[in-house]
């Protein structure tokens, strides 16, 4: 954790007082994702996990779609750079490169603009959970987010089953955190499988299309959906469970997989 | 405003109780900008002030440079499209286009990505602040923000002189709520000089960079800076003030603009 945050020196006003103190703020660090040589994208992101954002990223976007393609990953934290090389064709690479920066409208985020779900495939997981046990695992997850504890300014993403938190992330980005569990899951080989994604942040259309493409069924959040998010939710079969809170939540799409559900 | 969130019904657990009930969640829609006949980003935003953000975009993104270029905007709202329609050439506009997206390595942000300040200039404004000043503008700018107050799932951001709110925008999308309101000021002819920036968002270096881009002296917000938008603040003499909440607040940058502070 120590690398993400940095100490400075702040002007602190409280009302009755005034005067220079320590600060913590939240690091933010440019990062180059280089896929065989080819400069594809620079995101702006908090200094952890790099190899799991950058393999995140690149299977969210579907230019990989598996850990078998995955030649070598490796690190440039003084330049900020993540070279990843699969076993494909530099050449190929070259041309898978400019037809995703091309279709993207320049954005570098393909299928995010898109309100339809044309290319997503229904949830297919069996999975219930209870409102007791999304309840427990939130609170778990609150705890779990030191830096934002810390300086207010990261989201958090677990990966979880319906007792325990398996893969945690923080990043500045809230796609970028979402996109280190993946990328975790991916490399390492952990299922995704009947899990659960919790996240601290806004449930957009971008997060909601993030975990149905890797056929996750159960998503919940502190926080609130926009209405596409709860539109592709029910499209997609996921499961959305927002404004976690204490005792209360809401949910907004298949609330069928909740067994205490009266239905 | 009423377009902005959308009715739906959700099944709601409350600890006692559990029922299906009416919920107000924000709505996000994709909005393609298309300039000069070139289709340049898809952005995801609030459906309000469309041709402000599609305007503010551009000038953020250096595409242009001044109202006087600007002969045409119509927005298709059934669609999410907004032409922009400049007095350059098509041509020239389509290397224009070229170039940004190449330049942007696929992100269609160009200068967002950098964690330097070069071709950032000064900012050049002798305005004084005190603190109860931006005390109170906040005190105003959280009654303002009622999509969020009804959903939770909104950034709100003000231009504001040091006692009144002038401009006040929502969206989804932090970047989009600043682009709103500088859309609006350049097509409005409302000058930003000596003004302040109000914002409910983190500061991260994308903000920053928007904001010193307009030459506006002061950027505060309700939540946290990161480390990278203090070090550009630093360096481009925007006084950036975080965590302004109620009778306290942060001074990161530059506190030489507040009046009352002991120097």
Known sequence: MNNEVEKISVFRYTGESENV???VVVREVPLTIVLDGHELV??????????????GFLYSEGLICSKDEVKQVSVDDVRGVVHVETFRHKTDTGEVVKRYIGSSGGRGLSLYASSSTDGLPKVDS???VTASEIMSLHHEFQHHSEIFLATGGVHSAALCDSKNILVFAEDVGRHNAIDKILGKCLMEGISTRDRIIAASCRISSEILIKVAKRNIPVLTSKSA??????KLAKDTGVT???????QRMNVYANEWRLNDARR
């Open 21 to 23: 103190t320590e600060d």
């Open 225 to 230: 959906p926009t209405d596409l998010g709860v």
């Open 42 to 55: 620079t995101l702006l992101c908090s200094p952890s996990y790099l190899d799991y954002l950058a393999i």
């Open 126 to 128: 069996s999975l219930r």
């Open 240 to 246: 959305l469970i927002g404004f976690v809170r204490g």
